[in-house]
């Protein structure tokens, strides 16, 4: 089948989820003897290729990874109309590519969905990694044109698919329509010593570590409030960045106290340092789909902290710990508790990578999508 993927910022910088996502099911789909194009935008290269491999520079030159071709077409890099305007680009160009499957990877950008629905033969399909009109990043206008494209996710589409139950089950409750429910999946590795002492100033299980993309849906500033009331001699690691977020970067750097460690985004190798030799992974966030770092600190043997919204504990099943959303005194007494008994953070490392194991293939999410595609 020869299949189009459209949504994503691009491949093989995983940049977020909808980018690991895609990375991972279309080398598989390629693997498999498919011929898989994924639309980039043209900012991903030229900002964040430094931290790829001198093999992944190389072949992000040739327009290729892997075997699937990346597909460069331009956009507006602005927080409202990036998305809108590259996946609009994307699916004129898909239009005219006699794909099989038109696969679009958030609802924001299944809007133009419509086109090659009405033009062409091609099968669509919409994946919903999250309600995204519930981002706090987004005004009155712009969470609007979200609801609008998640009323086309589910009634321009062949098939709606969802990554978690939750997900599922509003679809069907609010639109009467089926929904295919198949999550996401983890990459299991073996834990990494830890090489960034210096660098970060931190030492192995000597710090509380959040892993993620510094938006304010995320709820890094809840964690930094906790962590300054904690008596404690660990370190707090904020890892990521924000494409248009700036100013609420600057409120978190302003916000920390002394033990507060910004490191920016982290290529792949030093994130899985950072997960591997983490006393705790935090993820205080407001809103999620299924949270793919919530699942990769399991793979990595860790113990988890998060938020009590209905995401978070499908992710976590029998595993890890909550507290209540959006409430810092809550994640304060949380951390306090688990600082003071070592023994239950130990007592779930082997519980976190028996659950992904089971539950969190990619081999069996990409079976399923190749059902899918081939019905």
């Known amino acids: ?44 290269f030229a900002d964040w290729s430094k931290f790829l491999s001198e093999e992944e520079r190389a072949s992000v030159r040739r327009r290729e990874y892997r075997g699937v071709e990346l597909r460069v077409l331009p956009t507006l890099p602005t927080k409202r109309l ?54 706090a990043k987004w005004g009155l206008e712009a969470r609007a044109i979200l609801r609008l494209g998640e009323e086309v996710s589910v009634r321009i589409p062949h098939v709606t698919h969802v990554i978690s139950r939750e997900l599922k089950r509003y679809f069907e409750s609010r639109y009467q329509r089926e929904a295919v429910y198949i999550p996401t999946g983890v990459n299991f590795a073996q834990r990494k010593p830890l090489n960034l002492t210096r660098k970060y100033a931190i030492q192995e299980e000597k710090y509380i570590l959040f892993l993620s993309r510094l938006v304010p849906e995320k709820g890094a500033h809840y964690l930094i409030r906790a962590f300054k009331d904690l008596s404690t001699d660990l370190r707090l690691v904020v890892a990521g960045s924000a494409l248009y977020e700036p100013h609420y970067v600057s409120r978190l750097r302003a916000s920390a106290c002394p033990g507060v460690v910004f490191t920016g985004f982290v ?109």
């Not at 996502?21 to 043209?42: A, D, K, N, Q, W």
């Open 1 to 44: 089948m020869r299949i189009a993927m459209i949504g994503q910022k691009g491949i093989p910088v995983t940049i977020g989820g909808p980018e690991n996502f895609v990375r991972e099911i279309s080398t598989r789909l390629v693997e498999r003897g498919h011929r898989v194009t994924v639309y980039c935008r043209p900012y991903v």
């Open 82 to 135: 990036d998305t809108l305007v590259h996946s609009f680009l994307s699916t004129l160009d898909s239009t005219f590519g006699r794909f099989d499957v038109i696969h679009y990877q958030t609802i924001g950008a299944s809007l133009p969905a419509f086109i090659p629905r009405l033009l062409t033969r091609s099968r669509i399909v919409v994946s919903v990694l999250a309600l995204d009109w519930q981002r």
């Open 267 to 375: 290529p792949e190798e030093e994130m899985a340092e950072l997960f591997s030799n983490a006393y705790l992974y935090v993820l205080p966030s407001e809103t999620e789909g299924l949270p793919h770092t919530l699942l990769q600190a399991l793979s990595y043997g860790r113990c988890v902290v998060a938020s009590d919204i209905e995401a978070n504990r499908e992710a976590l099943g029998d595993c890890g710990f909550t507290f209540a959303s959006k409430n810092s005194r809550s994640l304060r007494d949380v951390l306090e508790h688990l600082i003071r008994h070592p023994e239950l953070v130990a007592a779930e490392r082997q519980k976190g990578i028996r659950r992904v194991q089971t539950e969190y293939q990619w081999e069996s999410v990409v079976d399923e999508f190749e059902h899918i595609y081939a019905n």
